[in-house]
């Protein structure tokens, strides 16, 4: 199987690179200049040129703060883009898998989103996320749309690299502890695509294994038991101790607002596909053996 990738740097891009050989999966990640989101014309002859079989749109405009202040910007990758990733690849005769994220949601509700539950973004990033998934949908009826968060791997910029980092100079690091998610590993991630897009490659008119699917690790926690569980980890392989100050999430205010609530049911995934990612401590532990091994 042939996966052609948008992108080639981003934290699900190079752990798919990884993962392909050991799974038998040749993946082509294709970025710029010879695919670039922010013009669309080149996406339909990239993706021609590389001859997939499935292809899979894991770039994206994700800063989400900046977002707020280049709304044109962010659509136009997340929401344009997207919809003619999907097109490009129904022209192609392939399925396409878009990357989706939690901010679709509010952050409101009390319990794990499903995917069938009302969609509200509080923000330009989670709106232009939610256009590309509309805009995937009507392009191509090929599609399987995986909703992920809190993604985090040995490489890129994340949440575990930040905190790692911090903890080089501080004795303490500030958290916020009223944003509960569930932290995904990418290389995880990978591994799950690759599972999904055998799914649609071997079952062609299977409508069941279409459509929009909540994707993360198994577990919840908050940014701050995030946190301690990464100094922990770290302290365990040779690093300095660091304490964690719980936060309010007023104390750390942002330009966009973030969910308090980014918890996916990730059990359509499972019965569906046969896909249930592993627990994120098991996760993390794999990451932070990657980050802290001596060198």
């Known amino acids: 199987m042939r996966l052609a990738v948008t992108g080639r740097d981003g934290q699900v891009v190079r752990s798919l690179l990884e993962a392909g050989p050991a799974a038998g999966v040749e993946v ?97 990033y989670g709106a232009s996320k939610l256009a590309g998934e509309r805009a995937v949908a009507a392009a191509s009826p090929d599609h399987a749309i995986l909703r992920t968060a809190w993604v985090f791997a040995p490489f890129g910029k994340n949440f575990v690299r930040t905190m790692l980092h911090l903890g080089e100079t501080r004795d303490e690091v500030r958290v916020v502890a009223d944003q509960q998610g569930c932290p995904t590993y990418a290389p995880d991630i990978a591994a799950a695509i690759i599972a999904v897009a055998r799914n649609l490659k071997a079952r062609p008119d299977d409508a069941a294994l279409r459509g929009v699917f909540h994707m993360t690790g198994s577990g919840e926690t908050t940014w701050a038991g995030f946190a301690e569980a990464i100094f922990a980890g770290a302290a365990a392989l040779g690093r300095r101790p660091v304490r964690v100050v719980p936060i309010p999430a007023r104390e750390y205010p942002t330009p966009a607002r973030r969910p308090a609530n980014s918890r996916l049911d990730c059990g359509r995934l499972a019965r569906v596909h046969g896909v249930r990612l592993p627990a994120w401590p098991d996760a993390l532990q794999r990451c932070l053996a990657r980050l802290c091994a001596p060198v």
């Open 28 to 124: 082509i990640a294709i970025g710029r200049p010879v695919l670039d989101l922010e013009r669309p014309e080149t996406i339909a002859p990239a993706l021609a040129a590389a001859r997939p079989d499935v292809v899979v749109n894991a770039a994206a405009y994700t800063a989400v703060d900046q977002a707020e202040a280049e709304p044109d910007r962010a659509h136009l990758i997340n929401a344009t883009a997207a919809g003619a990733v999907a097109a490009a690849a129904r022209a192609l005769g392939c399925p396409v898998i878009q990357i989706s994220t939690d901010y679709v949601f509010d952050g409101t509700k009390a319990a794990p989103y499903g995917e069938d539950d009302p969609v509200g973004p509080a923000g330009v």
